[in-house]
């Protein structure tokens, strides 16, 4: 059911009983340059082309956010993140096998050829598998996305659509309503661009990551 003061431009499906129609239409806007709010497996985030630079801007002007603070990317498979980065090791490898689809964004060297403008993030990029299947099966349908949280910096992030739209109004061209989001627990972060370490710890531990990948730490304490 559509807010009362609900923008007229914006279009919001339902994911389980709109699924084709909000898979064409968010696969639309994508490619026309737009962005979108989507369901992930943590709260709703924001998504736009990663490969459109302008498009990446308008994720960041509409959260009201420097460059300084460059999105993630979410892609539908693990076996894409070779495609995405390079010197991937074993572990960080069987690190990814282990978690994804799941609540791990691993930060890796971005392969060199890759043209990526997502802010100013060095030669790095952070990306993930999430464990939402309608989301995964949107992400095969326009490839990876920049995806932050849906809400303007400062603000909590949107664990419902209705707090999407408050927030994010018409600066989103397509909303996808999969109801109230889980616990807003964030990823953990795991660099993987030298000796594996955790930026963030969040849904899974310390233990949970050294269990699936011994050694994965070496002996940091």
């Keep these: ?33 737009r962005c979108i709010v989507l369901p992930t497996d943590t709260v709703y985030g924001i998504g736009a082309n990663a ?40 572990d960080g490898l069987a690190l990814a ?50 995806v932050s949280s849906a809400n303007v910096s400062g603000r909590p992030a949107a664990t419902t659509i209705d707090e999407a739209i408050e927030q994010l109004g018409d600066e989103v061209a397509v909303y996808l309503d999969a109801g109230p989001a889980g616990a807003p627990v964030p990823s953990t972060i795991v660099d993987l661009t030298g000796e594996p370490r955790i930026l963030r710890e969040g849904r899974l531990t310390r233990e949970q990551l050294e269990a699936a990948v011994p050694g994965l730490f070496g002996d940091d304490a």
């Design 1 to 33: 059911m559509a807010l009362v003061n609900e923008p007229d431009a914006l279009q919001r499906f339902d994911c389980d009983t709109e699924s084709d129609q909000a898979l064409a239409a968010a696969a639309a806007a994508v490619t026309a340059g």
């Design 51 to 90: 490969f459109d630079p302008a498009a990446v801007q308008g994720l960041l002007d509409a959260k009201q956010r420097g460059r300084d603070m460059p999105p993630p990317v979410l892609i539908a498979e693990p076996s894409m993140l070779r495609s995405l980065a390079t010197g991937l090791t074993a």
């Design 97 to 146: 096998k282990a978690f994804w689809p799941g609540a791990l964004t691993v930060v890796v060297t971005a392969h060199p050829d890759l043209r990526l403008d997502l802010g100013d993030r060095g030669a790095t990029l952070a990306v993930r598998v999430p464990d939402h299947a309608f989301t995964r099966a949107l992400l095969r349908h326009t490839g990876p996305l920049a």
